[in-house]
């Protein structure tokens, strides 16, 4: 997604993705891993939530994460055998949110045991961007701090400000110079943030260069460290551009700077307005001091993230003037000339739960039997629904038992599930997700691998039963390997989608030829857009007729004890009060009693 306005000026734009929250949990083929890593990260330059890079071997090319500036989560790099992290352009970490509550830089475990393959340098390195020499003021500037000359600019040397959380490098057995960074200039508040990263123990590191002082990324001259912050003048409020006082950043700058204004910021400690960096996104309403009134902002804008925006990402909700992934406790969603917002609840609210990783169940990896209770009566799913063998089957580890497959009749009531619907382990008796039959939304405001709905390796599952899935606002279709499965082939998904972007990985189910030999195929009153499974309740749209969501051939115009009028394609139930015609004459010609003569009752000569 494009966010106009970017940190150098109206005319540029910003690529947005968003993040993962799987931790070390990741698919099981490594290549899809990869391939979709890379979908997920390639052009991207601000990942909207956490960056997990984890499995990935040795012979990957990575050179697709240089495009990374800024990540609002934490980085997470584990359990990978590739020597070099190329995140040169990464300039701040926010830590919106923390790895195990503590890091917002995580790099461990990444060697292969019985081999020499493994991270040895870290990308982070003193980043570099280029600006064109405007004026001799810029060239004042060249005395006073690191630069290079590349043609007819001057490229000013920077470094990455982690702005909340820690730091964890440990068990990298082949890692070098990580130990003479000095993370304290990288960390906004290292008294409050733990940072540990001990000393090397690998004996064929390279020294740093002389040029460097000791504190390097790598052994050449242009790996050295970039201090913006420990060797500021002390009347400095955070970031300098040289060792002065009137080298001082703007405060709002984050990862420091080339000039003293808020629109010289690397990038910015709060938000983004098309440029500049500031406090607070431009308010709705503004105090205009001569009519002692609150006055409509024509410059107003939304906060996503870390960024002022017109209007917010069709996926999130406008909640006053934030974009939101849902809604407070108090307030329910609704469209409003196609834009979703948050309003208050006129009286009880529609019942929203917390989704797996989320607020109360922050901890939980998946729906087990110690938290499905949670979901009882739940018509949205603020997060994500997750099932895995250890919730399904039981986790004597943990001391879970096994779910009983009754239990998850409790989503029947789910109308929506904000996040994605991750299934990779289901009930052995089960051969459908029929107790999703009400769901009408995913809508992908987070996403597992870049994925909204994955159904993996079920042997158990012949059909989806999805029925009422109107929509799936963004992220990926992934459904791969289970080796019953029908119908799949004949859904339209791309009718489903909402954004340009989105894909269907289908591989690996059962042959669509295997399914027409068995009759496992879509029901005849079905029309041609597909169907979720057996039977005309599992069609995506009707051939002739529907009756609730049921497909059928005709209405009962003329007969049957329950008469009906045909709206559109829509069979429609006469009112109770209209009286039912015995001849070839309709019941009613519409839905309310007066639609249709005689009446079954008069009072007054008012109709009833």
Known sequence: MLIYGGPYGDNDSIVVCAGTGNKLSTLSDLEQQYRTLRKYYENCEVVMGNLEITSIDRSRDLTFLRSIREVTGYVLVALNQFDYLPLENLRIIRGTELYEDRYSLAIFLNYRRDGNFGLRQLGLRNLTACYELMDASVLNLMHRMDYCISSNSVIFLYSAEILSGGVYVDQNKFLCHADTIHWQDIVKNPRLHPVVVPTNSSVTCQKCHRSCNGRCWGPKEDQCQSLTKTVCAEQCDGRCFGPYVSDCCHRECAGGCYGPKDTDCFACTN????????????????????????????????????FCVKKCPHNFVVDHSSCVRACPSNKMEVEENRVKMCIPCTDICPKACDGIGTASLQAAQTVDSNNIDKFVNCTKINGNLVFLITGIKGDVYHNIEALDPEKLNVFRTVREITGYLNIQSWPDNMTDLNVFSNLATIGGRALYSGISLLVLKQQ?????????????????VHIAENSQLCYYNTVNWTKLFRAVNQKVLIRNNRSPSECSRERLVCDPLCSDAGCWGPGPDQCL???????????VDSCNLYEGDIREYANGSVCVECDAQCERADDDSLTCHGPVYWAKTPRLHWLDGQVL
């Open 271 to 306: 938000f983004n307005d098309s440029g500049a960096c500031v406090t607070q996104c431009p308010q709705p309403f503004v105090y205009n001091p001569t009519t002692f009134q609150l006055e409509h902002n024509p410059a107003a804008k939304y906060t996503y993230g870390a």
């Open 460 to 476: 158990g599952i012949s059909s989806l039963q999805l029925q009422s899935l109107r929509e799936i606002s963004a992220g990926n």
């Open 541 to 551: 749209s009707c051939r002739y007729f529907s009756r609730g969501r049921t497909c």
